[in-house]
């Protein structure tokens, strides 16, 4: 088996069927599984899948087990020399699957633990695909940004503010290597897995990608973003920005300090994070005890 492709899916029916119609449309010329593992969808998703996808492997689970979690029974399950970590709430634009496989078996030096693409909005413009690894600055840093973003200007006028052309297809590196590939499309060797680990279950969701290609860094493997695959990806739609979601978000970065960095350095900058949460928090809707156990997190 060349590649098992695995989708995570959490109320996302609609979402997962066209990114399954995608898959199959567009990949050709390899040996590929799918499966989508489902965190207890009361939206008829397994329902979906069985009666529209009858080759899918589906892993059904009576509970909403979490992003790392569920991706890593599926891959305890597959046989398949690379795995593909696909977001539900992303599309196929081309033969991306094979791109990657291709790319992967023609690069075996320095050793790859994980490979993604530019990933695209709906407008073909290149969005988030990769990122530097937290530190309290980086954190602090968009955390400031998200305050004046979404707080004190708006996001209308900070876009227009900010807005930039596109490069040209002729001006996107063919290749760089990142700190850590996006969870919504990362395609990574088994052998890789084998060495490093899998993904750690005390992530419930959100850092857990940078936290396995943290350990991908330190084994000695690249991250590499690649020109070739194309790939929508409708950024969040499973799960609407609330004070649950920054909570999770937050709660995830800070679990990924207490990993990799110093104790002195985290409580510092868990203070300063603090102190520009408060403003944030003051505009944002939501009762009083939501806001409480926002901060509890």
């Known amino acids: 088996m060349d590649v098992s492709i695995i989708i995570v899916n959490y109320n996302t029916k609609d979402l997962t069927r066209n990114c399954l119609r995608s898959v199959y449309e567009n990949t050709r010329g390899l040996d590929f599984e799918v499966f989508i593992v489902d965190n207890a969808s009361s939206d008829g998703s397994c329902e979906m899948v069985r009666n529209e996808f009858p080759d899918v492997i589906l892993i059904k689970n ?23 970590l696909l977001n539900s709430d992303t599309v196929l634009l081309n033969n991306a699957v094979k791109i990657f496989f ?36 980086v954190i602090l840093k968009d955390q ?48 890789a897995l084998s060495l490093v680990g899998l993904f750690d279950e005390a992530f419930f969701m959100y850092s857990e ?23 929508i990806h409708l950024e969040g739609k499973s799960l ?15 679990r990924y300090l207490r990993k990799h960095h110093h104790r002195c350095v985290i409580k510092a900058g868990k203070v300063a994070f603090l102190l520009l949460e408060l403003p944030m928090l003051v505009f944002m809707k939501g009762a009083w005890a939501d806001k409480k156990n926002y901060l509890r997190a």
């Open 62 to 84: 009576s509970i909403n087990a979490g992003f790392g979690p569920a991706n890593n029974m599926a891959i305890l399950q597959s046989r398949a020399k690379y795995v593909f």
């Open 102 to 137: 291709d790319y992967c078996e023609s690069h075996q030096e320095p050793r790859l633990g994980a490979v993604g693409g530019y990933l695209l909005n709906t407008d073909g413009k290149i969005i988030h695909s990769y990122r530097h690894f937290d530190t309290i600055p």
């Open 144 to 191: 400031l940004e998200s305050l004046i973003k979404d707080r004190l200007i708006g996001i209308e006028r900070w876009n227009r503010i900010i807005r930039k052309k596109p490069l040209p297809e002729n001006r996107i590196a063919d290749e760089i290597d990142v700190d850590y590939v996006t969870g919504a499309d990362m395609f990574v060797p088994a052998a």
């Open 209 to 231: 990608e940078s936290d396995l290609q943290k350990r991908m860094e330190s084994g000695g493997f690249a991250r590499r973003i690649i020109k070739g695959p194309k790939i």
């Open 240 to 254: 609407s920005m609330s004070l649950g979601k920054r909570a999770m978000i937050y709660t995830g970065k800070f």
